[in-house]
C-alpha cells in the first residue's frame, strides 16, 4: 500500500518537472519570436525612416533648386510687398481726397455726365466724324475705327466742356455700325446724332471747317459758331489727301492742327515723322485746348513722341 503511494508520488513527481520543461519550452518559443517581430518593426520603421529623408531634408536637394526655391520665396515676398504698398497708398488717397472730393455715387455721376451732355448738345462745340469712306476699307481697318470712336466718345464723356458729336454717313446696316455694336459694350445708347446724311447736306457748308493735316492753314481756336470735321478713315495703305481733296470738292474751309507752329521733328531711330493722328487722338488735342485755351499743353496731350515731334520749349 505504501509502495503504491510512493510509486504515484514519485510518478506525479516526475511528470512536474516534464510539464514545467514544457512551458519553459513554450515560452522560449513565443520570446524568440516576439524578439524577431520586434526586430522586423525596428527594421520596418528605420527602412521608412530613410525613405522619407530625401524628401523631407533639404540636406538631399541639390544647389540649383535650393537656389530655384530661394528665388521664387523672394518673388513670393516682393509681390505681397508691392500688394500691402499699393493697398496703403490707395488708403492714403482716399483719405487725402476725403475732404476735397465728396464721394458720389455711379448712379450720380452717369446723370451729371448725361447733364452735360446734353448741354452741349444746345451750347457746346459741334464735331462731325465723317464715315462716308468706309466702304473702301478692309475689316481690320474697320475694328480699329469702331475702337477709335470708342476712345473718343469715352473722352468726351470725361470732359469738363464736352462737345456734341454727329456720325454722319453712317447707315445701320453697314459694316461698320455692326462693328460698333459688337465691339463697343452699350454703343447703342451713346448720347450723340447718328445719321445717314452726309456731313455736307447736314450743316450749312458756310459753318463747316474740315481737319485735315494736308490743309495750308493752321487752327487758331475752336469757334462755337463752326462744325469741325474729322474724316472717319484708317487707311494703312496710307493715301494721301483724301479728306482734303473731298473738302475741296465741297468748297469747304479746311484746317490743320499747329504742329508745325508749335512743335519741332526730334530725332529717332526710323527718322519717322507724321502728322496725321487717329480721330480720337486729334479729338484729345481739340477737347484740352477749349478746357485749357493753351495749344502747347494740348498738343502735348494727344502727339506722341512716336510720331516724332515734340514741344519747342523742350529742345535744348
Known amino acids: 500500500m505504501d509502495w503504491k503511494l510512493e510509486g504515484s508520488a514519485r510518478k506525479t513527481d516526475s511528470r512536474v518537472p516534464q510539464e514545467q520543461e514544457v512551458v519553459l519550452e513554450d515560452t522560449g518559443e513565443d520570446s524568440i519570436s516576439e524578439s524577431f517581430q520586434l526586430l522586423q518593426i525596428d527594421v520596418e520603421c528605420e ?5 522619407t529623408l530625401p524628401t523631407g531634408s533639404a540636406v538631399w536637394c541639390s544647389k540649383n533648386v535650393q537656389r530655384k526655391q530661394r528665388h521664387w520665396e523672394k518673388i513670393v515676398a516682393a509681390k505681397k510687398s508691392k500688394r500691402k504698398q499699393e493697398k496703403e497708398r490707395r488708403k492714403a488717397n482716399r483719405v ?4 476735397i472730393c465728396p464721394q458720389h455715387s455711379k448712379r450720380f455721376l452717369r446723370s451729371l455726365t448725361k447733364e452735360r451732355l446734353l448741354e452741349a448738345k444746345h451750347s457746346g462745340p459741334r464735331l462731325c466724324i465723317d464715315l462716308s469712306m468706309t466702304h473702301h476699307m478692309s475689316k481690320k481697318e474697320l475694328s480699329r475705327l469702331a475702337g477709335q470712336i470708342r476712345r473718343l466718345y469715352g473722352s468726351n ?6 462737345f456734341w458729336i454727329y456720325l454722319t454717313g453712317f447707315p445701320s446696316d453697314s459694316p461698320l455700325y455692326e462693328e460698333c455694336l459688337r465691339m463697343n459694350d452699350g454703343f447703342s445708347s451713346y448720347l450723340l446724332d447718328i445719321t445717314e446724311e452726309d456731313c455736307f447736306s ?5 459753318t463747316l471747317v474740315y481737319l485735315t493735316p494736308d490743309s495750308e492753314h493752321a487752327l487758331e481756336d475752336v ?4 462744325v469741325y470735321i474729322l474724316g472717319g478713315l484708317v487707311d494703312e495703305s496710307i493715301q494721301k489727301k483724301v479728306t482734303f481733296q473731298k473738302a475741296q470738292e465741297h468748297s469747304v474751309k479746311t484746317a490743320r492742327l499747329p504742329i508745325q507752329e508749335y512743335m519741332v521733328r526730334c530725332q529717332n531711330g526710323k527718322n519717322y515723322h507724321s502728322e496725321i493722328l487717329a480721330i480720337n487722338q486729334v479729338f484729345d488735342i481739340l477737347s484740352a485746348y477749349f478746357e485749357t485755351q493753351n495749344w502747347p499743353e494740348a498738343l502735348k496731350k494727344g502727339v506722341s513722341s512716336r510720331k516724332g515731334y515734340v514741344l519747342q520749349n523742350s529742345v535744348e
Open 202 to 206: 447736314l450743316f450749312p457748308l458756310e
Open 157 to 162: 464723356k470725361k470732359a469738363d466742356r464736352p
Open 47 to 51: 527602412h521608412r525612416g530613410r525613405e
Open 96 to 99: 487725402e481726397n476725403s475732404g
Open 223 to 226: 469757334d462755337l459758331n463752326k
